[in-house]
């Protein structure tokens, strides 16, 4: 924590949502003495914060969406090295040190840094208040966001509020996850009022007043003792905002349509030579020489893809009709190039569509994730799928998954079924825990949710514990120790490093 915290530092790295946002020229000859002075010097380094979202992004499909039972990973003998780290988190054998299990601590708190030092230095500014409220009102959400993100996958950590200007504020005892949440909500609080309504779409890719409430009203279901009522009413402010579903699921995921009217909060990504571009579904694609087919350029992801791979699991769970799976995940049929499924790429020779295909001899047949592949691409590994965070159709199963907690399952219904409806669905008769959780875990399929969605519904255990006993009776590769679960292992471990540096963080137990 030292490292990232005990230093003065601006970033010009720029992040865009769209080709306007907050594309500045960095100014030259800057010093510490002589930045934090305008409000464009501000704008700079809240982008600076922005920029840091994207650290969740890539973690976020080993440790919530492969550690839940959407998705696995293609298992690939010459990755024995390198996939070791990311094939410890997904088959839960993981017991101390992941790369990217700690590059996500840090890059958290490189973000809650950045924001400190804005918070800091902003009162000192001479310019106007109604500047200053809108940044001080981003940079507060994001520093709740980034608070989130830490509490509800590594529990209790240090509480840093103030800029770190001396080597004696750099070292926090851990606070523990009742006060973390406290501190959460009250940056919402106070940035909530700051920020506006979204009311012209697409978007500029800021936080808004909407996306400061949808993360109040998660904090406040996802704490030990959770506040329903409060949450409750944060979910019918974001409701009663100018969201709406859009006709069309797959509309959402379309790089073009970014920032859409369903769109409550995005990571931001631009396709081009800004360095600003995502790459993800390159991840998601099946291991080959040549992804021409899917993304209309030849590239060599061998290194890269297979994972993140639908499971079949969460594929038989579909509704008959339901054309969300569609619109989710495709099949590539190919052949290997060697024989070995463990062993080889494939060659990619068709996209057929789930359950409309039948398998021939010498064929080989993936699933992958098709809601963010939107090609012909122009350039490798380079795309500008934004990062779906909060998204209307998430409200509506939030607030459904609320009230029914609290016992108004009547008043839920309108919710689920709103969101039934788009995808060609009949209307479900009652809403209970279990329905509700299963909507969510196919509108929300493959955007990083269902981890956090079990744990906060109780049903981690259970349903990784059953979900590992299949997947071991498939998958001869997996050891014994394979999906070993306990409720040690809800939250991930703390960087080693930061507890031989830092005497007040403690180790999570059992790590």
């Given at each position: 924590?030292k490292?990232?915290?005990f230093c003065?530092?601006?970033?010009?790295?720029l992040?865009a949502?769209?080709?306007?946002?907050?594309?500045l020229?960095?100014?030259?000859?800057?010093?510490s003495?002589?930045?934090?002075?305008t409000?464009?010097?501000f704008?700079?380094?809240?982008?600076?914060v922005?920029?840091?979202l994207?650290?969740?992004?890539?973690?976020?499909?080993?440790?919530?969406?492969?550690r839940?039972?959407?998705?696995?990973?293609r298992?690939?003998a010459?990755?024995r090295?390198?996939?070791?780290?990311?094939?410890d988190?997904?088959?839960w054998?993981?017991?101390s040190?992941t790369?990217?299990?700690?590059?996500?601590?840090y890059?958290?708190?490189?973000?809650?840094?950045?924001?400190?030092?804005?918070?800091?230095?902003?009162?000192?500014a001479?310019?106007?208040?109604?500047?200053?409220?809108?940044?001080?009102?981003?940079?507060?959400?994001?520093?709740?966001f980034?608070?989130?993100?830490?509490?509800?996958h590594?529990?209790?950590v240090?509480?840093?509020l103030?800029?770190?200007?001396?080597?004696?504020s750099?070292?926090?005892?851990?606070?523990s996850?009742?006060?973390?949440?406290r501190q959460?909500?009250?940056?919402?609080?106070?940035?909530a009022?700051?920020?506006?309504?979204?009311?012209?779409?697409?978007q500029t890719?800021?936080?808004?007043?909407?996306?400061?409430?949808?993360?109040?009203?998660?904090?406040?279901?996802s704490?030990?003792?959770?506040?329903?009522?409060?949450?409750?009413?944060?979910?019918?402010?974001v409701v009663?905002?100018?969201?709406?579903?859009?006709?069309?699921?797959?509309?959402?995921?379309v790089?073009?349509?970014?920032?859409n009217r369903?769109?409550?909060?995005?990571?931001?990504?631009?396709?081009?030579?800004?360095?600003q571009?995502?790459?993800?579904?390159?991840?998601?694609?099946?291991?080959?020489?040549?992804?021409?087919l899917?993304?209309g350029i030849?590239v060599?992801n061998?290194?890269?893809?297979g994972?993140?791979?639908?499971?079949?699991n969460?594929?038989?769970?579909?509704?008959?009709?339901?054309?969300?799976?569609?619109a989710?995940v495709?099949?590539?049929?190919?052949?290997l190039n060697?024989?070995?499924?463990?062993?080889?790429?494939?060659?990619?020779?068709?996209?057929?569509?789930?359950?409309?295909?039948t398998?021939?001899?010498g064929k080989v047949?993936?699933?992958?994730?098709?809601?963010?592949?939107?090609g012909?691409?122009?350039k490798?590994?380079?795309t500008?799928q934004n990062?779906?965070?909060?998204?209307?159709a998430?409200?509506?199963?939030?607030?459904?998954?609320?009230?029914?907690?609290?016992?108004k399952?009547?008043?839920?219904?309108?919710?689920?079924?709103a969101?039934?409806?788009?995808a060609g669905?009949?209307?479900?008769?009652?809403?209970?825990?279990?329905n509700?959780?299963?909507?969510?875990?196919?509108?929300?399929?493959?955007?990083?949710h269902?981890?956090?969605?079990?744990i906060?519904?109780?049903?981690?255990?259970?349903?990784?514990?059953?979900?590992g006993?299949?997947m071991?009776?498939?998958?001869?590769?997996?050891?014994?120790?394979?999906?070993?679960?306990?409720?040690?292992?809800l939250?991930?471990?703390?960087?080693?490093?930061?507890t031989?540096?830092n005497?007040?963080?403690?180790?999570?137990?059992?790590y």
């Amino acid at each position: 924590m030292k490292k990232i915290l005990f230093c003065t530092w601006i970033t010009l790295s720029l992040s865009a949502c769209n080709e306007d946002f907050l594309k500045l020229s960095p100014e030259t000859n800057l010093t510490s003495s002589t930045f934090y002075k305008t409000e464009s010097h501000f704008e700079l380094a809240l982008v600076g914060v922005y920029t840091q979202l994207r650290g969740t992004v890539s973690p976020g499909h080993y440790m919530d969406e492969m550690r839940s039972d959407n998705t696995f990973f293609r298992y690939y003998a010459p990755n024995r090295g390198p996939a070791n780290w990311v094939e410890d988190i997904i088959q839960w054998t993981d017991q101390s040190q992941t790369t990217v299990v700690n590059n996500r601590y840090y890059s958290d708190f490189q973000g809650i840094s950045r924001a400190n030092t804005i918070l800091s230095q902003l009162p000192k500014a001479d310019f106007s208040t109604e500047a200053k409220n809108k940044i001080s009102g981003e940079t507060r959400f994001l520093r709740a966001f980034f608070y989130f993100d830490l509490v509800t996958h590594y529990g209790g950590v240090p509480l840093y509020l103030e800029q770190v200007t001396d080597e004696s504020s750099a070292y926090q005892n851990r606070a523990s996850v009742e006060e973390v949440y406290r501190q959460i909500i009250s940056d919402l609080d106070q940035a909530a009022p700051l920020l506006p309504v979204a009311t012209v779409f697409p978007q500029t890719g800021r936080a808004t007043r909407g996306a400061a409430m949808m993360l109040l009203a998660k904090a406040y279901m996802s704490m030990p003792q959770p506040d329903y009522a409060k949450s409750e009413s944060a979910l019918r402010e974001v409701v009663g905002m100018n969201y709406q579903l859009l006709d069309d699921y797959l509309a959402n995921f379309v790089p073009s349509n970014k920032n859409n009217r369903e769109s409550v909060f995005d990571i931001q990504y631009m396709e081009g030579d800004d360095g600003q571009e995502s790459s993800f579904i390159y991840e998601m694609l099946p291991k080959t020489s040549n992804t021409s087919l899917a993304t209309g350029i030849v590239v060599n992801n061998v290194s890269q893809g297979g994972w993140n791979v639908p499971n079949e699991n969460l594929i038989a769970s579909f509704e008959s009709g339901d054309k969300r799976l569609k619109a989710s995940v495709k099949v590539i049929e190919g052949t290997l190039n060697g024989g070995n499924l463990y062993t080889d790429p494939i060659t990619y020779l068709a996209i057929r569509e789930v359950g409309s295909y039948t398998p021939e001899p010498g064929k080989v047949y993936f699933p992958f994730i098709a809601k963010f592949l939107h090609g012909p691409y122009g350039k490798p590994f380079n795309t500008g799928q934004n990062w779906p965070v909060f998204r209307y159709a998430d409200a509506l199963l939030l607030l459904a998954e609320n009230l029914v907690k609290q016992g108004k399952s009547s008043e839920a219904l309108p919710y689920v079924n709103a969101v039934r409806k788009r995808a060609g669905l009949a209307d479900l008769q009652n809403a209970t825990r279990e329905n509700v959780l299963l909507e969510r875990r196919h509108e929300l399929a493959f955007e990083n949710h269902r981890w956090t969605d079990l744990i906060r519904n109780g049903k981690a255990i259970e349903t990784m514990t059953a979900y590992g006993a299949e997947m071991k009776k498939k998958y001869d590769f997996l050891p014994a120790a394979a999906f070993t679960i306990t409720e040690r292992r809800l939250v991930y471990a703390i960087p080693f490093r930061e507890t031989q540096i830092n005497p007040g963080l403690t180790q999570n137990t059992g790590y």
